[in-house]
């Protein structure tokens, strides 16, 4: 599947406000499970005690983890469907749950703040060996998926328009990032390595 790249700005430094407007939010687990189909518009689990593991069988047990809410997220695939802006901000996470890459309707996505080395590639990205001499062109052809939903890893995430990984410890970003249709926005600062690369500032227009 073939899509037109879009006119991503990508900001290398603080923004002075952010562009994540956010409808009504909901802050926990549990009352988001006790939302409707159709009814979870907006979801920000920031510095978050229900991504605390208490797993004792998790090596991560009283600190962060995504086994938790990655769980949770495959528990209530129906509630998270209609689910449009997700925070995870602020939560020492390394990694993230590939169940956030399956929110057809996610459009703001937030994951400032941790610990991660990388993002959302599904293994078919850039995310280990960076951009390298990769170019930037006007179209770029997406991996599918093996169940045919269309794109690997962040790039199944077709409406996505604003994503913010500043203050992380990325020194890449997944090529799938700029394949997405409709993204036209994306914060890197805070991420030395990845700042401070001289082909990624060649790729795209930064600020």
Request: glycine fraction near 10%; charged fraction near 20%.
């Amino acid at each position: 599947m073939a899509f037109k790249a879009a006119a991503v700005k990508l900001v290398t430094t603080q923004p002075a406000a952010k562009l994540f407007a956010a409808p009504h939010s909901i802050t926990t687990l549990r009352a988001a499970a006790n939302c409707a189909p159709g009814e979870l518009l907006s979801l920000h689990l920031e510095h978050s005690d229900d991504l605390v593991c208490r797993n004792l069988m998790c090596d991560k047990v009283g600190g962060p983890c995504v086994c938790r809410l990655g769980r949770w997220m495959n528990q209530n695939r129906d509630v998270l469907a209609s689910c449009q802006h997700l925070s995870l901000r602020g939560n020492n996470l390394s990694v993230l749950p590939d169940e956030v890459w399956n929110l057809p309707r996610l459009t703001h996505l937030d994951v400032s703040q941790n610990k991660l080395s990388e993002i959302g590639s599904g293994g078919g990205g850039y995310a280990a060996a960076g951009f390298g001499d990769w170019e930037y062109p006007s179209e770029i052809t997406t991996p599918t998926s093996d169940d045919g939903a269309g794109g690997i890893g962040i790039g199944r995430l077709n409406e996505l328009e604003v994503l913010y990984v500043n203050d992380n410890d990325l020194a890449s970003l997944p090529r799938e990032i700029f394949a997405l249709p409709k993204l036209r926005y994306v914060n890197v600062s805070g991420n030395g390595a990845l700042v401070g690369r001289q082909d990624l500032s060649e790729t795209v227009t930064t600020e």
